[in-house]
């Protein structure tokens, strides 16, 4: 029964339980919000654990994750991208997909080429080394995801994939 609700209440009283009521209302959203901050913090130290061990079994190949990514990227479309499309994809600058073009270019794994309808317009095109190596970072992907995900069982991956792609799928389009 609430304080107010008693007939010998006074309204006077009420006001103590409604502040205490309004603090733990607020006690419990700090603790959402201190809970939230923990998980982002936890998604943050694993997506740098899992970059670490990725840069680790892509260093002897002689590639950046970065550019792994790009690599992968120019390899899922059926005709030569543009650097805008790149950059579009990626969700990055196109200053950021030039750097990676020149260092993939420079190692043989991507080549520029002229666009057949428009002169200033330049497509990115994977190389046979390109695919090779693409070949070869797939394996180490699968390594480095596996020494991450070592301690979960399958039911717990599965549960796991279905809140990243719930996460990655409920995210609004951000434009660059």
Known sequence: MDVSDSPDADPADAVPAA??????????????????????????????????????????I?????QFRLLRTVASYDAAPRMADLAQ?????????TTLVDA????GRVRRAPDPDSRRVVRIEITDEGRATLRSLRNARRAAA???LAPLTAGQREVLGGLLSALVDGMPERRC
């Open 146 to 148: 596996e020494e991450i």
């Open 19 to 60: 502040d205490a009521v309004r603090a733990a209302d607020a006690a419990g959203a700090d603790r959402d919000r201190d809970a939230d901050g923990m998980l982002a913090e936890q998604l943050l130290r694993l997506t740098r654990r899992l970059h670490r061990i990725q840069s680790r079994q892509l260093e002897p």
């Open 89 to 97: 994809r990626l969700d990055v600058v196109p200053r950021a997909v």
């Open 104 to 107: 993939l270019e420079a190692s």
């Open 62 to 66: 002689g590639i950046t994750p970065a």
